[in-house]
Structures are given as C-alpha cells and as structure tokens.
C-alpha cells in the first residue's frame, strides 16, 4: 500500500500548481525558449552523438511525446522537456541534410560554376558564390556544392550577374575554423551555407553562358535589372543603397559607406531584415485598406483589413523573392507573415504569440540561426518593442494628440530596440555605438515614411514610365540617411570597443530578457538578476594571455597595452578578430608595433615562436622541460623532451590555441579537443 504524501510534498504540489496557473495564457512564448535551448545544447556538445545516442535520443522523444499528449496542457514542464528534445533533433537533422562535400585540400587549378551570390569581401573586393562547381582532377563526389572566390588584380571582362556561368584559374581550401577557442566558428556557418571551399584568383574570370539561357534564374534576373536600374537612376552611394535595400544587392556599397552606419548604429537599415519588412507591408496594407475604405458601398461590405493584409502578405513574399531570399529576409518575412494572418484570422496581430510562432517556424526551418546575430537581435527587438508598447496602452500617451503619439512612438522605438539588441549587438561585433538613439531618430522615419513607400510606387509606376519621379523621391531620402550616417559617425566618441563575453553570458542575457517579457507576477524581476548576472560575468571575464592562429604563423601576446601581435601583414582576419575580442581598436600594424617593446609578456611560462626558413630546426633546438614552442612548420615526434610544441600539424588537428597564465597555473584551451568530432570539424592540410 502507497503511504500518503507528506504535508510538504502536498504544499509543494500546491503552490507548483498555484505558479502554473499564474502563468496561464502566456505559457506559448516559452515554447520557442525551450526548443531553441535544445538547439543551443546540441550545438555547445564537443562530439557529434553516434548512431546509439540518436536511437536513444527518438526513443525518449516518443515517450515524452506519448506522455504529453495524455496529460496536455497540465503539464507545462512535461511540454518544456519534448520541446528542449525536439530542437536538439531538429539542430541534429538539420546538420545532417545539409551535409555536402568539404575540399579536404589546398586547390589551385580550374575552375567552373554559375554564380548564385554577389557581395564584396572584407577587403572591398568583389566575391562570387557559385554553385555547379567543376574543378580540374576532382571526382563529382569529392568536389563542393559552392565555392566562394574573391576577385583580385585587373577584372575588366565580364559583368557578373546571378545565374552566369564562369570560368576562372584560382586558389581554393577549406574553410577555417575559429580564430580562437569559443570565437566565430566559420567552419560550421560555412558547411550550413554548403560552402565547401573558399579562396580568389588574380587571373580574369571568363564567362561561358549568358544568363538570359540559364534556365529556373528568372527571379535574379529581374532582381538584377531592378538593382542596375535604381543605381542608373540614383547614381553614387545613394543609388547603391537604395539598391540594396530593395534588391538585397549590396555589391556597389563601400566599405566607407558600410562602416559610417555602422559607427552610428544604422547599418540595419542596410540588410533586409524586419525593419524593411514590415515597413513595407505595413504600407501596402495601409495603402490598400484606405483606399478602398474611399469606396462607401466596399467599405460597408468588404472586410478591407483583410483584403489589405492579403495583399500586405502577397508583396511580402514578393520582396523575399526579389530581394534574393537571404537568411535575414526568410526571417523577417516569416515574423511579417504570422502577424498578417493574424489579421486574416481575426486574431491580434502584435501579441507576443506572434513572435513565439515566428521564432518556432524559423528555428524549425533553420536551428543554426539560434547561433547567429540576426536572429537573437530581431527576435530581443520585436520581442521588446511589443512588450512595452503593450504596457504604454493605458498610459497618457495612448490619448495624447497624434503628433505627439507619432513623435513619441519614433523615440520610444528606437530606445527600446536600441536598448534591447545592444548587448548582443556588443557580444557579437565587440562595439557599442554612443549616438545610435539619435541616429535612428533621424533616420528611421525617413526610411518609412519617404524611401519604402517610393520604393513601393516605383514598381507599378515603372509600367506606365513614370517610376523617375518616384525615385527622386526615394534618392532624397537615401541622400539623407547616408548624411546622417556620415555626420554622426564622425562624432567623437561616436564608438567604444568592449571585449568578448564568455560563454554563458549571452544565455543568461537571453533567459534574463525573456524572463522580465514573458513571466507574470512579481517574480518578473528575477529576469533583471539573471541580466546583471550577465554583466558581472562579463565584467570579470579573463582574456587569453597568448594566442596561437591555427597555421601557427601568427602569435598574440597580451601587454600591459594591449595584445602585441607577431607580425604586420598576413592573417588578418585572425589579427582583426583578437583584437576585436580583447576590446581593442588598434590595428593589427598598431599591435605589432607594441611587439618591439614587449618581446615576451610577463607571465611564469617560457614561450618561442618560430617562422620562416629553418623553423622546424629551431623550434626541435629550442624545445626544453616546460617551455611553449610555437612554428608554421611541421615538426617530427620530440622523445625524452616534455616541452609543449604548437606546429603545423599539431594545429591543423586542434585549431586555433589559447593560453591563459594566472599566477603559476597554465591552462591551454584549444579551438577543437583531440576527440571533438562535428559533420563541419576538419583539419588544414
């Protein structure tokens, strides 16, 4: 017989099931909360799981989901825990299906494909992404799905456009993992992008096929015409703006242009992202509804908001076409769509469900986007801006005369996005702008209110050849952005570097922020501890003393002013991201300069970097008990000697290094452990 619960069991019980009810009705928007944790577990683990974790994995899944559908909506936890397991599945298949060949080799040869991305390069350059890849001596089952070339030296041949194929004689290799351990892991954004191989050529490209009799490129074709025709119309910076916000082409954009918004705190004005989005939406379901509420005997019998959220819906997945159906965009047309059928539903558009049932269709269609900027960012912004505003309904403000709501509307928003995407902005870009607040102030509105609507208008006035009046429009308002962006930008101060967070503070940031939006009751401010846990965490958060770059030929020390960097030219991108991470604005010339004057950082370990001719040999004469030897070459098996040598292929197996030194402990984190096994995880050769 079953003894009876004891009378703590039962208050437990009861005051469990009193915070449960508490909760009621807002209980969906931790749905996505709990998947996307799922998410983030898979993708935190060092080993793939084998083939028994996974039929484990679809054994207890099955349970929990027997186990959910009998008790259902009384119990929420029960639900939490299938969610947490469907998003670690989710990641895991996903990572599966993507999965194409990665070059296992440095290449340089031929080189064919049709190009299906234009953008430019960290270096200003002009980089193709092509897709039907042949290249010289590799088998079809061996050669990437797309590769990523870089164009350098004279190019005066072709114009490239989507959908033409190439021909060209360039450097490939694997894509790189992270530049430190816990960094920016471009291996795993390359093999979710299937980008198998990365490089440039110095030679001019020759195209072998027109686009034009490239089959199923209908839509780049179009979005290409549009693009050169709103730079014909708009010429300069203006012009290459307002293509990329319309086209998502931001080929023309300068890298001067891209880092003035950046500076201000506009550069999401660029990317088509939830901002365009909804904007433009929002004036075609405007646009539509007025319109036809001038028309009595409609008004009176047709449902005009529905009518106009159709066709708000129809444009949205116009612009996703057109725009080139990036990553950004699917994200954004996804949170547009499930607010339109809202409408069309008669249900309430801007409510926090909307968001969770935006986030749990792009979580479902790409897990990876947990990881990335974009979605944390639009998520925290919508999320927020909902929030509030939904809280200011019964404020004063909500009877107040229109230009004051409309005024007050423009700062509060931008504040609280501002406020809402700045610590994951700073985590994952390393800057904080100063004057974004007054930036955005100036600018957002003319975005809205001057170039979507023009942008909108031009389309169907290009039929009738009037889309040049439309235009002048749209240039004045793309005119002033980048004037705003220019001005601002040049305030001193306008900027400040923060260093890298460990990894537990975006977590915490994120359960902390959703915490404050989602849970109901005074225990809403536990949100506000988890957040300040966050910013001490990160306040304390501990550099590396030294960092060795994953070919072993660039070497970062850390100095009393700064990180001291072993050479001026070469691996940049590697010399850019520790310096971004150590919260540092110099330049990788500015950090190697600090290197004369502090050869060797005052730490308790014995460390010696070796390059060049003859490497190897020295770095074998320099290795003793206890010392770190570090070269770009590959150095033989070292019996009966205990130091701890980094070369060439000790490097390629782990990744980049990371050292840290705090008194007399040593402790040495690489980018990789010597078991860590993932689909997107492979040596340099």
Known sequence: MTPPPSRQAVALRRWAAAVIDGQRGHLFGWLPVAFGAGIGIYFALEDEPGLRAWVLLA?????????????????????????????????????HWVAAPVLGFPYYGPISGRIVVIDRSASDKIRLTLDRVTLDNVAPAETPARVRISLHGTQGFIDPRPGLVIALTGHLSPPRGATEPGGFDFQRHAWFDRLGAVGYTRTPVLALSDPQATSGRVVDRIRTHLSRSVQAAIPGQPGAFAAAVTTGDRS??????????????????????????????????????YALALWPWVALRWPTHKIGAGAALLAGAAYLALSGGNVATERAFIMVSAFLIAVLLDQRALTLRSVAFAAMVVLIHRPEELMGPGFQMSFAATAALIAVFDRLRASPLSTSRVWVRWVAGVVISSAVAGLATAPFAAAHFNRVPHYGLIANTLSVPVMGAVVMPAAVLAVPLSAL???????????????????????????????????????????????????????????????????????????????????????????????EEGRALSKARGEGFAAENWLAHDGDGASQDQAFARSESHATPDTAIFWQHETGRGAGERAVAACRDDAVIITSASVDAIADVQCQMFDKSSLARSGAVAIYVRGDETRIVPSRSATGTRPWQHPLQ
Do not use: K
Request: aromatic share 8%; with cysteine; proline share 4%.
């Open 465 to 559: 050849g009037l889309s040049d009046a439309a235009l002048w429009v749209m240039a004045q308002g793309t005119r002033w952005i980048l004037a705003v962006a220019a001005h601002v930008a040049s305030w001193n101060g306008a900027l400040s570097h923060v260093p890298a967070p460990g990894p537990f503070v975006l977590p915490l940031l994120a359960l902390g922020g959703v915490w404050i939006i989602l849970w109901q009751g005074r225990a809403r401010m536990a949100g506000a501890v988890l957040v300040v846990a966050a910013g001490v965490v990160w306040a304390n958060a501990q550099r590396p003393t030294l960092l060795i770059s994953d070919t072993g030929g660039l070497v970062g020390w850390m100095t």
């Open 59 to 95: 054994i207890v899944l099955i349970c929990t989901g027997v186990m959910t559908l009998r008790f259902g909506l009384r119990a929420p936890l029960l639900i939490a825990v299938f969610a947490g397991l469907a998003g670690f599945a989710t990641a895991g298949a996903r990572t």
């Open 252 to 289: 023309p954009m300068s890298l001067a242009t891209i880092e003035d918004l950046r500076r201000a705190n506009m550069a999401h004005l660029l990317a088509i992202s939830g901002l365009h989005m909804g904007m433009l939406t929002g004036f075609v379901y405007a646009a539509i509804r």
